[in-house]
């Protein structure tokens, strides 16, 4: 039998969390429900549990307990949600970033490199815009930006340019296509982290990860309870920058306010200022985990 997704960090991500046994958390990235499950485990019969996913395929893997919740949608409506069910404040919030091992084994998402299928790259299969629209649509400049920014690819603007050479013949549907047309950018020795890096942006573009994620962490500091904590697991460069950034200043961008006297002024204390990756052993049982950092703050203001 196939595993959905093996979760990355699973205790020191809900050990981080200080869990109340008759608290209310949330599990904003439910995928297979590994870290849901922990999270049960350690409540008592008063505890509650919100879990958030945007992809229809995660029903299969529903939990059937009184205290559980699935919330079908996007984690960028977290606080929406949560009024929608009467919880004004929660005293906590677990995000796992990465993407489902689910997805990435799926040769009908298009979301590996590995696998010839379409170019769909979709978490939520009802959205319109799918990876091969991105690429078949999008001006030479948009595309430079994608790989540039999401990417970090020193050729953004050359594949960019490949790309808008190459659909002047053909439409670009496949897998196939999109690693046919990066092939001259690849190097031997560097081959699966370029082909890697150019599907991340070109998933990232599709799923507004990034502006979802400012959403999420900006709404998480509106919902937590002081004494609260949010325990985040990143997977990539600009989503750790961005959750670090959000810790230290509580804001994504960075900003550090300071008071009259130069006191900084942060609604958070970083509970581990180093930050937490896996275990060799647990990289060794599972190797997509190798890239995970975690990092878990407490709310200290009201």
């Known amino acids: 039998m196939n595993v959905y997704h093996t979760p990355a960090l699973l205790n020191e991500s809900i050990d981080g969390l200080n869990i109340r046994p008759e608290g209310v958390y949330v599990d904003v990235t439910f995928g297979g429900g590994g870290h849901s499950r922990e999270i049960l485990k350690r409540l008592g019969k008063k505890g509650r549990l919100y879990a958030f996913d945007q992809d229809a395929d995660v029903c299969r893997n529903r939990i059937d307990d009184p205290r559980f919740v ?11 949600f949560l009024r929608y069910y009467n919880e004004e404040h929660v005293d906590g919030i677990l995000a796992d970033l990465g993407v489902s091992s689910h997805h990435f084994d799926d040769p009908e998402r298009g979301f590996s490199f590995r696998f010839p299928g379409q170019l769909d790259m979709r978490m939520n299969r009802l959205a319109k815009k799918k990876a ?11 595309l430079t930006r994608v790989f540039s920014s999401y990417g970090e690819l020193k050729n953004a603007a050359k594949i960019a340019s490949s790309i808008v ?5 053909a439409t670009i549907e496949s897998v196939n296509d999109f690693v046919g047309i990066l092939q001259p950018f690849v190097f031997k020795d560097k081959e699966k982290k370029i082909l890697a890096q150019a599907f991340q942006a070109l998933r990232i573009e599709v799923n507004d990860e990034l502006n979802a994620l400012s959403d999420m962490l900006q709404q998480s500091l509106e919902v937590l309870k002081k004494g609260g904590r949010i325990s985040v697991i ?5 989503e750790d920058r961005m959750v670090k950034n959000f810790f230290r200043s509580g804001n994504s961008q960075g900003e550090i306010a300071k008071d009259f006297f130069g006191n900084v002024q942060t609604p958070f204390k970083i509970i581990n200022r180093k930050v937490i990756v896996p275990s060799e052993e647990e990289q060794a049982e599972n190797p997509r985990s190798r890239s995970a950092k975690l990092r878990i703050a407490e709310k200290i203001v009201e």
Do not use: G, P, T, W
């Open 70 to 80: 699935l919330v079908k949608s996007n984690f960028r409506y977290l606080k929406n």
């Open 132 to 142: 091969s629209d991105v690429l078949n649509e999008y001006s030479q400049e948009e």
């Open 165 to 169: 050479k190459f659909r002047e013949n």
């Open 234 to 238: 990143s997977y990539h460069s600009l």
